[in-house]
């Protein structure tokens, strides 16, 4: 009996393990939910399994939806599972399916070969996982053909036994016309009339049966025109079927000659090899001749590495230029923010001035108007005040000159205020230019780096030339350096930057708190013995307020006044005062008790990146378990793929010996090798010779934790011409996360590996 497994969507099985293997060429079925029809591809295996058997069928549609359907119960002896395997045949010839055998009758290389281009079998493992999670909806599940038999067919209805597919589709009115069969079979679903007995209809939507059995099925009693209709239906079918099983012969048949003289021209192959092995020998004396050649190569070869000396000569004095000129850039950009600064101040006090003007000319006017009612007064009285009339004519005299004075001081305010504005304007424009040109220098920067970084790459990657080139490498140590300086100074002169804009904006929240402090001693009204005059204050009941005025970098309103207490002369417009153009990084304020970071990615790209509050570019460490079917030939040839070794943190040897290479990350990349938040990390990546084989792993180092990660691949080498191979695809997979590997030289290696944290060795300390 076959039940569907939800829980697979592979086959896990080694080679020697598979003892029977049928396929069947892709058939066009019809979903249940009655959304279109797809083609799916047959498997039927028999997989012995502990001490006995399990047979297995796996649909794989074009969709990529994978359905496995295992036998139920344990698994059978080797002897009893042939009539499981029938009864799988049986299931799939139902569907539609033609299964034929898969010759498994090759060397243990061949039948790998074969088997691995079945779709349904993967080694055990792997931890492949099927595409798309499938459900039931769409799975084919056999049913009982016999809810609707009538009695008289219950011998055919045990004979045919369970339907394969479950179409759910309504019976029509009336019979449709049967479907002419086609090289590879479609099933149909065929519904008959009430009168008409539903054996004809099953026996037209399931796939032709051979002849034998239907020579052993006793023949149904329908009408005699359905009878003969079906039996020349049935001719034909059994004719074409036939005809389809001859040309599969012949076509197998050719495939074994063309296999068979393959292998012929293997042997041939191996033959030559021999012969052209014993030339070799010969051609050793012609080695002396070619040293000439060799020489001059190694000239040439010497030639290109000093024009790259040449070249990176260029790009140093270039990067000190670069230095030098953001270092008069920074030393103008804060001689700017002085100017800015103390143009600020100025024209802080020439507003305390003006407003102190203002209140001036306004106790003048208001001593105007009280004299004026005292010399209306005095004329009255003239007779008995002409003394005072003379004091108050004297008096009236000077408070006119006092007031065209005041007026005279505030147009001089005025064009003053209008001067100090120009000149702020011209400040902020030049404040932009200085960013713009910040910008591009750091464009500049990042361009020269990328092209550092990829000439050191390709200095890493030139394994021949490795002994010539360490004193590039040495070189390269240095400006490394020299960038990691220049970097320090950058970073300094931003937190210099944010400094000086944090005392900014102290400065201008004590400027605010003075004008509340002013304008709180100026509310009150003076006590005139006439008719005071009455004030508004604008003055915030909180000083809470005023805090947030100063924090939005925005000056106070003047106190509002009546329009007929101030005269047209004292009303000067505000200005704003301008925000500051290079913001502090977010987050900065938040973070500056915490330490940085002792190492830091090579890429200026990615250092301007996290300054400036972003979150860190992080690598996720994807894996090709995701995918049934692979994605290339990284898993059929070489080491396969890289993949994160659960539990292991570290590697062990017997002595330091035993390492063959070790390789480190002249950088640290930010990458997520579990999925979840970015870490900093260093690359290493180690070979180690062992009792009978090799062992290669790539090992990642969180340098905030200590935390270590192991990669290894797929397929660890057995034999020292494989470990080139290996070592290739380890440095592959580290430069696809961003970190760039040097080899340590043998006279490091000791040291290195007594610093090394995924080592754990034996003679590590001495």
């Known amino acids: ?84 395997l029938d009864e799988a045949l049986e299931f799939a010839k139902g569907l539609g399916f033609c299964p034929e055998r898969v010759n498994l009758n090759y060397s243990p290389a061949m039948r790998e070969v074969v088997l691995r281009n079945i779709k349904i079998l993967r080694p055990p493992g792997s931890k492949v996982q099927a595409l798309l999670r499938h459900g039931t909806a769409d799975a084919p599940t056999p049913r009982h053909a016999a809810k609707s038999t009538p009695a008289d067919t219950t011998g055919t209805d045990a004979e045919l036994g369970e339907l394969p597919l479950s179409f759910d589709d309504p019976a029509p009115d009336h019979e449709p016309p049967l479907v002419a069969p086609l090289p590879v079979p479609v099933p149909v679903p065929v519904a008959v009339a009430a009168p008409v007995s539903p054996e004809p209809a099953r026996l037209a939507s399931a796939p032709p049966p051979e002849p034998a059995r239907l020579a052993s099925t006793p023949p149904p009693e329908p009408a005699p025109e359905v009878a003969d209709t079906l039996e020349a239906e049935l ?71 000093g024009k790259v000396a040449a070249q990176l000569a260029e790009l140093t004095s270039a990067h000190e230029a670069m230095g030098a000129r953001h270092t008069r850039l920074e030393a103008e950009f804060m001689e700017q923010s002085n100017r800015l600064v103390t143009a600020q101040q100025e024209l802080a006090k020439r507003r305390q001035e003006q407003e102190a003007l203002c209140r001036k000319l306004e106790e003048s006017e208001a001593s105007c108007r009280e004299q004026a009612g005292r010399l209306a007064v005095a004329e009255e009285e003239a007779t008995r005040q002409a003394r005072l009339q003379g004091k108050a004519a004297k008096d009236l005299h000077k408070l006119e000159k006092k007031r065209e004075k005041a007026t005279g001081e505030a147009q001089v305010l005025r064009a003053e205020v209008d001067r100090l504005t120009e000149a702020r304007d011209l400040a902020v424009a030049a404040h932009q230019e200085l960013l713009e040109e910040c910008d591009r220098l750091r464009q500049s920067l990042e361009t020269a780096q990328q092209h550092g970084a990829e000439q050191l790459a390709e200095t890493v990657r030139a394994g021949a030339l490795e002994k010539r080139v360490e004193k590039l490498l ?27 804009e944090q005392e900014n904006r102290a400065l201008m929240r004590e400027l605010a708190a003075l004008n509340a402090q002013l304008l709180v001693t100026e509310s009150a009204p003076p006590a005139l013995p006439a008719a005071p005059v009455q004030q508004r204050s604008s003055l915030p009941a909180d000083p809470v307020e005023v805090s947030q005025e100063a924090r939005e970098e925005e000056l106070p309103q003047l106190d509002a006044w009546q329009e007929d207490e101030v005269p047209e002369a004292c009303q000067f417009p505000e200005f704003p005062t301008p925000s500051p153009a290079w913001e502090a990084p977010a987050g900065a304020e938040a973070h500056e008790d915490q330490a940085p970071l002792s190492h830091r990615h090579t890429s200026v790209a990615a250092d301007w990146y996290q300054w400036s509050g972003g979150g860190a570019p992080s690598v996720q460490l994807a894996s090709s378990d995701d995918d049934f079917f692979p994605a290339d030939d990284a898993a059929t040839d070489g080491c ?25 990350s002249v950088n640290v990349a930010s990458l997520s090798p579990e999925g979840k938040a970015p870490v900093v990390c260093q690359g290493y990546i180690l070979a180690l010779a062992l009792e009978k084989r090799f062992q290669v792993a790539v090992a990642l180092h969180a340098t905030q934790g200590g935390r270590n990660w192991l990669y290894l691949p797929e397929r660890q080498p057995e034999r020292p011409e494989e470990l080139p191979q290996a070592l290739d695809a380890a440095l592959a997979f580290a430069e696809s996360v961003g970190l760039l590997m040097e080899q340590v030289p043998v006279q490091d290696r000791a040291a290195a590996l007594a610093r090394c944290p995924v080592l754990a060795c034996a003679g590590k300390g001495t």
Do not use: W
């Open 474 to 500: 040495a070189e390269r140590q240095q400006q490394a350096t020299e960038l990691a300086n220049l970097e320090a100074a950058l970073d300094l002169a931003m937190s210099e930057r944010s400094h000086y």
């Open 640 to 664: 396969g793929l890289f993949l994160l070794a659960p539990g292991a943190d570290s590697l062990t040897c017997r002595s330091p010996e035993g390492v063959v290479q070790f390789h480190r």
């Open 235 to 305: 001719a034909q079918v059994t004719d074409q079927h036939q005809e389809f099983r001859r040309q599969t012969a012949q076509e197998r048949a050719l495939l074994q000659e063309r296999l068979q003289r393959a292998e012929e021209e293997r042997d041939q192959g191996a033959r030559e090899l021999a012969q052209l092995k014993r030339q070799m020998s010969e051609t050793s004396r012609a080695a002396a001749k070619r040293s000439s050649n060799e020489q001059a190569e190694l000239r040439t070869q010497s030639e290109t590495l």
């Open 1 to 84: 009996m076959l039940a569907l497994d939800s829980s697979i969507g592979c086959i896990e099985a080694i080679g020697t393990d598979v003892l029977d293997l049928f396929s069947a060429a892709p058939v066009v079925l019809e979903r249940r939910t009655g959304k279109g029809r797809v083609a799916h591809e047959a498997y039927i295996c028999a997989v012995r399994r502990q001490a006995g058997v399990k047979v297995y069928v796996g649909l794989v549609a074009a969709d990529k939806k994978v359905f496995v359907y295992s036998s139920t119960g344990d698994p059978e002896p080797e002897n009893e599972y042939h009539r499981t």
